[in-house]
């Protein structure tokens, strides 16, 4: 079992920065997969990243691609995504998900957390 707490969200102009953090508990965090993904009203959600167990591996959405950030470091139990040069587009509720070491390619995670909000304003 894992369970998924994110936070860092929050208000920030275009062109701004944020770094969102996952803390994660679980008596085998370090051999998880994990992700992010985000959801704004009325839309479905979307992935935005995901890094293997390991670290060594990082995957990215292509609206994120040069912008985020994603890594991990399991000593601390926690996930982050370092989000820079913001858009409006990005507003959205942003969660993180863990899950087996294959998550990062089946997408089948198992935990998520309860999200965090961004807003980009214009």
């Known amino acids: 079992q894992v369970q998924l707490v994110e936070s860092g969200g929050g208000l920030v102009q275009a062109g701004g920065s944020l770094r969102l953090s996952c803390a994660a508990s679980?008596?085998?965090?370090?051999?998880?997969?994990m992700g992010w993904f985000r959801q704004a009203p009325g839309k479905e959600r979307e992935f935005v990243a995901a890094?293997?167990?390991?670290?060594?591996?990082?995957y990215y959405a292509d609206f994120v691609k040069g912008r985020f950030t994603i890594s991990r470091d399991n000593a601390k139990n926690t996930m982050y995504l370092q989000m820079n040069s913001l858009k409006p587009e990005d507003t959205a509720v942003y969660y993180c998900?863990?899950?087996?070491?294959?998550?990062?390619?089946?997408?089948?995670?198992?935990?998520w957390g309860q999200g965090t909000q961004v807003t980009v304003s214009s």
């Open positions: 679980g008596r085998t965090f370090s051999r998880y997969g």
């Open positions: 890094i293997s167990w390991r670290g060594g591996s990082t």
């Open positions: 998900a863990a899950g087996a070491p294959s998550v990062v390619v089946t997408g089948e995670y198992d935990y």
